[in-house]
């Protein structure tokens, strides 16, 4: 068989080769050719080497990539997959390495760079550069911070992630995972066939297989984030004698791995950056230390991935994800049988509930991990998940859930038979906030609000109020805690998990007072729409690029349909549903699926954004089209594995 790149109307690529090394060197190579700039800024992220290429804007994040030794943990990892895995992953570099050889996106020409080629690691590097600041630990810092300005450690849940994901037995599984909205988007559209196996789904550009939602034909998967707490921060105390650098641990003190990097910057003086590691891991900032089962273990779970593609029921799902370590993930399986399960799949330590709560002394035994806890499985007929806390689930793996709105409304939703694309599109506001408004109904804005049908449409002037009513309930609440405003100290990378104004604007269901309510009230007035200020603003990761329109969006931060701005800041809409998808099991030609922009990453594409407008209204796309067109062949002797990306 001849390996070849086919293209549907949209430019999405269906690739098919004669073995698997074939296939994942396809693969490669399509990512390349479709995302070529993207993913060599993922790339240089994960080495802490973007500054050398855009200057010193980038700066931070590379001190951050090599203190926390992304790079390095990529590389152990690598060495430890089994030798399949590690052939295959090395296969889909060689792919991307002879793509980029020739590559002319644009932004190559414009920075007057080229790419570099692959070392076998490096889709294991930017796998960890989408997911190092997914977790908790940002929210340790923040409620270390808030115990000292206001001397409170309890503070009210507010969730950075999001997803959706439902499923009914025998039927279709369906979601979207929220997440950062940018431009080329996170996720690409694949569909992967040869003689193992015949798979669509979402891939992270530069990482092979789709690790996250798949249709294998007999058996369909997708995930959303478990909001499980797996990454911890121990304060240290250091002492040094010259290089040398000892810290404090439980038994005393310890030597530690200490060394400086310097940071190339273009048009700027480059920088150093010492990197140390205790046996709790790398400083990150300050006296921090990061623990994560990925270094602790030097283990991803990539070797899920390839018995994930090669999976034909249920329970292959279940023994593929067996060996998943972060991020932990909620995962929904159901496979042509009509079996549907849930489970959780990841590594989740065990220890003293504070090291969940705050950073911790590193030099107290009782914060020392204690192995790994286990964790649930389930069948179901009816599966909802969406970031929720779940009894006989989530519950005991975490603290920071979202409320239970958008699960509620999804469980309402499939009672009354909702088709899974109109679930999809749903943009009713949840309830939390209706509570307070209604003990103030006497005020007429409220009562205005409560008789409200709550649709968070673009077109909606009720929606425009409640929105701005709830900017003025987060100025009022920040007004009133000024300690919540002095500075960090923390690196200034992380000022956006800091940002007081952001965390109250999250938080505000449980931190809003009648007072408060009806004082926002008080300030506010009907006026513009809501869509004349919740408009798309995506994180543009192609220089020079902005959408060329203003584009107004339904839906809200805790709407099913979600397109998240940040309350008390800005109505611009920077996160949301990066994809949408309906796996069908009893026909799986009726799949559907769609992304944010489309499946190229050059501005020049005519499908960098193709599929803008279908997501905006709330259009999906076939997954398996019945019209193909050839874009490349390639013979088997040209793609063999192991002709480059060497170390």
Not at 88 to 105: C, E, I, M, T
Not at 487 to 516: C, H, K, N, V
Request: charged share 20%; with cysteine.
């Amino acid at each position: 068989m001849t390996s070849a790149i086919y293209r549907d109307e949209w430019g999405i690529p269906h690739l098919v080769a004669d073995s698997v090394s074939d296939l994942a060197f396809l693969q490669g190579r399509a990512a390349a050719r479709d995302r070529a700039w993207q993913i060599e800024v993922e790339r240089r992220r994960s080495e802490g080497r973007l500054a050398e290429w855009i200057g010193a804007a980038e700066v931070g994040w590379d001190r951050f990539a090599r203190r926390v030794r992304l790079d390095d943990t990529a590389r152990q990892s690598f060495a430890k997959l089994d030798a399949p895995t590690r052939s295959w992953v090395q296969a889909y570099v060689d792919g991307v390495n002879s793509s980029l050889a020739d590559a002319d996106a644009p932004e190559f020409v414009a920075h007057d760079v080229r790419p570099e080629p692959w070392h076998p690691w490096t889709p294991l590097g930017i796998f960890l550069v989408q997911h190092i600041l997914f977790g908790t630990f940002p929210s340790k810092m923040w409620r270390a911070h808030v115990a000292s300005a206001v001397g409170v450690l309890k503070t009210p849940a507010d969730p950075l992630s999001g997803s959706n994901a439902w499923a009914v037995a025998g039927e279709y599984i369906a979601g979207d995972p929220h997440r950062i909205l940018e431009l080329p988007g996170v996720y690409q559209q694949v569909h992967l066939t040869c003689p193992e196996f015949d798979v669509a789904g979402f891939a992270f550009p530069g990482v092979p297989g789709v690790p996250h939602f798949g249709h294998a034909g007999s058996v369909a998967w997708a995930i959303t984030n478990a909001m499980a707490d797996y990454q911890d921060l121990y304060q240290e105390e250091l002492r040094r004698s010259g290089d040398s650098v000892q810290a404090r641990g439980a038994s005393g003190w310890e030597q530690v791995s200490r060394h400086v990097e310097t940071i190339t910057v273009r048009d700027a003086p480059a920088v150093e950056v010492e990197v140390i590691e205790t046996p709790r891991g790398p400083i990150i900032d300050r006296d921090l230390a990061l623990r994560v089962p990925a270094r602790v273990e030097f283990e991803l779970g990539f070797g899920a991935l390839l018995p994930l593609l090669r999976a034909k029921t249920v329970d292959d799902v279940v023994n593929a994800v067996a060996c998943w370590v972060e991020p932990v993930n909620s995962v929904v399986a159901m496979d042509s049988s009509g079996t549907l399960v849930s489970l959780v799949a990841g590594k989740v330590p065990l220890r003293d509930d504070r090291v969940r709560q705050v950073p911790v002394p590193a030099w107290e035994p009782r914060y020392e991990w204690q192995g790994y806890a286990p964790l649930p499985r389930s069948v179901r007929e009816v599966v909802v998940n969406a970031n929720d806390s779940r009894p006989d689930d989530t519950a005991e793996l975490g603290n920071d859930f979202a409320l239970p709105a958008r699960a509620n409304r999804i469980a309402a939703l499939l009672l009354a038979d909702t088709p899974p694309a109109s679930i999809h599109t749903d943009v009713l506001a949840a309830p939390d906030l209706f509570e307070v408004l209604s003990l103030i109904s006497d005020h007429p804005l409220a009562a205005r609000l409560l008789a409200w049908d709550r649709r968070m449409e673009p077109s909606s002037v009720d929606a425009g109020l409640f929105a701005a009513w709830r900017h003025a309930a987060v100025e009022l609440l920040a007004s009133s805690l000024p300690e919540l405003f002095t500075e960090t100290g923390y690196d200034p990378l992380f000022a956006p998990w800091l940002d007081p104004r952001q965390r109250l604007g999250r938080a505000l269901p449980s931190l809003i007072t009648p007072d408060i309510a009806r004082a926002a009230l008080d300030v506010v007035t009907p006026g513009p729409t809501w869509g004349s200020s919740h408009v798309l603003a995506p994180v543009v990761v192609v220089p020079e690029t902005a959408l060329r329109s203003v584009v107004e969006l339904p839906g809200d931060n805790d709407c099913v349909r979600s397109t998240s701005s940040v309350v008390g800041v800005t109505d611009a809409c920077w996160k949301g549903s990066v994809a949408r998808y309906v796996w069908e099991l009893t026909d799986k030609s009726e799949s559907r699926w769609v992304v944010p922009f489309g499946a190229s990453g050059r501005p020049d594409d005519p499908h960098f954004a193709d599929q803008l407008p279908l997501w905006v209204a709330g259009d999906l796309v076939p997954v398996f089209p019945a019209q193909l067109t050839v874009e490349e062949t390639l013979q088997p002797a040209a793609n063999s594995p192991g002709s480059s990306g060497g170390e």
